[in-house]
């Protein structure tokens, strides 16, 4: 079955793929796979994702206007410069492993206890998101912008090249490990050597 066939989609696999349905008004996905799907600047305005997974799939510069993402997982996804902060906010949430997210924006998204493990954050931007108990692990958050961010819980314990100010962003009971202190002080001058 082709993806043009219904608006409603449910437990189907979809390989190898570089379209979704345009002009279709909430086309919806229920626990689908997308497997080396190449979607590159494609424009996915009005369709909802619940339960899905997206494995190998580029996914840059897509365009996610007014879609829903109820516990989406991205793995091994190249999702350079995606912009998240034009998603529908109810019951919105991604976890993310092994996936470049250079430059995407989850600006003012409730993504709590959100999982990003072994991915690229260069350049990301989580203003005012609220990521309370989310976990970084093992990632990269050079130059990620934290303002006015909800991390009360979270954890970077294993990330790392972040840049987080403690009197701009919420960090109650927030795991850090003595090597990320670095990103916490570099904002008063501080100078910490091994």
Request: hydrophobic share 35%; aromatic share 14%.
């Amino acid at each position: 079955m082709s993806v043009e066939e219904s608006i409603y989609h449910i437990n189907q696999t979809f390989e190898k793929i570089s379209f979704l349905p345009k002009g279709l008004k909430e086309t919806q996905f229920d626990e689908c796979n997308f497997k080396n799907c190449d979607f590159t600047e494609a424009d996915f305005y009005g369709c909802d994702f619940t339960k899905c997974n997206f494995d190998n799939c580029n996914l840059s510069m897509v365009k996610f206007g007014a879609i829903g993402f109820d516990g989406v997982k991205f793995i091994n996804c190249k999702m350079v410069g995606v912009d998240f902060s034009n998603t529908k906010d109810f019951l919105f949430g991604v976890d993310f492993s092994n996936c470049v997210l250079d430059y995407a924006a989850f600006m003012r998204k409730k993504n709590k206890k959100s999982k990003f493990k072994d991915c690229s954050l260069k350049g990301a931007d989580f203003s005012e998101a609220d990521l309370s108990e989310a976990k970084f692990e093992n990632c990269d958050l050079n130059t990620a912008v934290f303002m006015r961010t909800n991390l009360n819980s979270a954890n970077f314990t294993s990330s790392y090249n972040f840049t987080i100010d403690p009197e701009k962003n919420q960090l109650r009971k927030a795991k850090f490990s003595s090597n990320g202190l670095i990103g916490l002080l570099s904002n008063y001058g501080i100078i910490v050597e091994n």
